[in-house]
């Protein structure tokens, strides 16, 4: 049975050419490096795949490993890559940097940090003109969380179901994934509240998502109004009704859910959730942390995607292209409620950092990396419905630009989680075609792919190749 497996499905698929030769890896041997894991190294930060990675270099859309084999990164280290590995632009100006000036502190003034809030804010609608920058997505929320409760006065802070907004233990409480939980007190004052998931959820169907691949559901909506919208907009009144005071501190979501595997949410949710959040004196908070800089390809914020303005917007992981910052964006009238006493962060908006950001910038205006993603993410997203149609085990294929998610099931029909050890294979399978992509829902049933935004149609359709050899081999071994 095995060898008809083996010869039945020999497609290998053809990795598109790339022209750069990375360095020899000279560093420790694999199996130092794994005794090192093991003994030095917390063993909270697990590592990805049964023969883990040993990674040695990267250049744009492609890692190599330390046995110079080449990969498609369709994961960016977690949505953490947004303009390409080693970009030439990011790397030179932080290397122009890195010979002037490191770190002074936000108690003198320094041009790096005066050029790139007003070049970031620029970017932003009025009034979210001011900003504050810090070193990485849970310290963002959490100062958001902040100053929601300060600005307002009021304490309770609504999040949804599902969505990820950090591990710190401020943030864990808006934070909605068992797996991040720690059974420690944490999140006093945070409420969740139900996710409007049209997949999974008990209401939605094939018109309620902004995206160019809609669920299989079939739809109950009516010409110009959306039922399901309809439907978890009561929920959420709901819990406003009954789980918090009549004022609240905040509202927090992301435009569409990361780690939870791109959940989108009906059209026009987060609109009417908004107004009922400030009808009850709170802020509201866009989670960009994942959504931001044009990865969604129509706009450049996620926010934008919904027609709504936030109160306060918090970013990280692809502002630097991997360099550890992060940054808050509000209102003058808001950041002035943290200035009534001291708060201040050492490394927030240091030199190298904000001369980092300033670079990604120009790289995604540049390399027309929003147009990209866009034309690229609309390109594989149809690619990937195909699949979907093909394969019974492809639940639902969604998302908007380069942030995709992949749903996996054991049938369309009780939308059951496909089993951790089928998925874990085809995942695997992947990885050994050439092909790293991410994980994420509350089962770790979606595969994730949120490449850096500098990826091509031509690596498209090596991945979607790939998934299909990955796919067509698990069929196989069920059978």
């Known amino acids: 049975r095995q060898q008809k497996w083996k010869s039945s499905v020999s497609v290998q698929a053809k990795m598109p050419p790339c022209d750069f030769v990375p360095e020899k890896y000279e560093s420790y041997p694999y199996e130092r490096m794994q005794k090192i894991r093991e003994q030095n190294i917390a063993p909270s930060l697990r590592t990805y795949y049964k023969k883990p990675l040993l990674l040695h270099q990267g250049h744009m859309q492609w890692l190599f490993d330390h046995e110079g084999r080449r990969y498609l990164d369709l994961f960016a280290g977690i949505v953490t890559v947004s303009v390409g590995h080693c970009h030439p632009k990011v790397t030179m100006a932080t290397q122009k940097q890195l010979a002037r000036l490191w770190h002074t502190t936000n108690i003198y003034m320094y041009p790096a940090i005066h050029e790139y809030a007003e070049k970031l804010t620029s970017f932003f609608p009025d009034p979210l003109k001011v900003v504050y920058l810090t070193n990485s997505g849970s310290e963002a929320n959490d100062l958001a969380m902040f100053m929601a409760r300060l600005h307002t006065r009021n304490f309770d802070v609504i999040s949804l179901r599902g969505g990820y907004h950090g591990g710190s233990p401020y943030t864990l409480g808006l934070t909605s994934l068992t797996p991040y939980k720690h059974g420690v007190a944490n999140g006093f004052g945070c409420t969740t509240t139900m996710l409007p998931d049209v997949f999974r959820g008990p209401w939605g169907g094939s018109h309620c998502r902004d995206s160019p691949v809609q669920t299989v559901r079939k739809c109950s909506c009516t010409e110009g109004a959306c039922f399901a919208k309809d439907q978890y907009i009561e929920q959420f009144k709901d819990t406003l009704n009954t789980s918090v005071p009549k004022t609240v501190a905040g509202f927090i979501a992301e435009p569409m859910q990361g ?15 908004y107004q009922l959040i400030r009808e009850r004196g709170g802020l509201c908070i866009s989670d960009e942390v994942q959504t931001g800089f044009g990865r969604t390809g129509s706009h450049f914020w996620g926010f934008q995607t919904h027609g709504v303005v936030p109160d306060i917007v918090t970013l990280a992981k692809g502002i630097g292209n991997g360099f550890p910052m992060a940054a808050v964006v509000t209102t ?30 120009d790289a995604i205006e540049e390399d027309n990396l929003q147009k990209n993603s866009e034309d690229v993410g609309t390109y594989m997203l149809l690619e990937l419905a195909k699949l979907r149609d093909k394969f019974e085990i492809v639940g639902d294929v969604r998302g908007k630009g380069l942030m995709i998610g992949v749903e996996m099931v054991t049938d369309k029909d009780s939308r059951r989680p496909l089993p951790a050890e089928e998925i874990n294979q085809i995942w695997e399978d992947c990885k050994d075609m050439g092909v790293l992509i991410g994980r994420g829902g509350l089962y770790s049933q979606t595969f994730r792919i949120k490449p850096p935004m500098c990826i091509t149609k031509r690596d498209v359709d090596f991945a979607v190749e790939v998934f299909h050899t990955a796919l067509q081999r698990h069929v196989e071994r069920a059978a």
């Open 259 to 273: 780690v939870n595997g791109a959940v989108q949410y009906p059209r026009n949710f987060l609109k009417e959730a």
């Open 332 to 361: 003058k009238e808001i950041a002035s409620s943290l200035a009534q006493n001291l708060h201040f962060n050492t490394f927030g908006g240091n030199p190298l950092a904000c001369v980092a950001g300033a670079a990604v910038l």
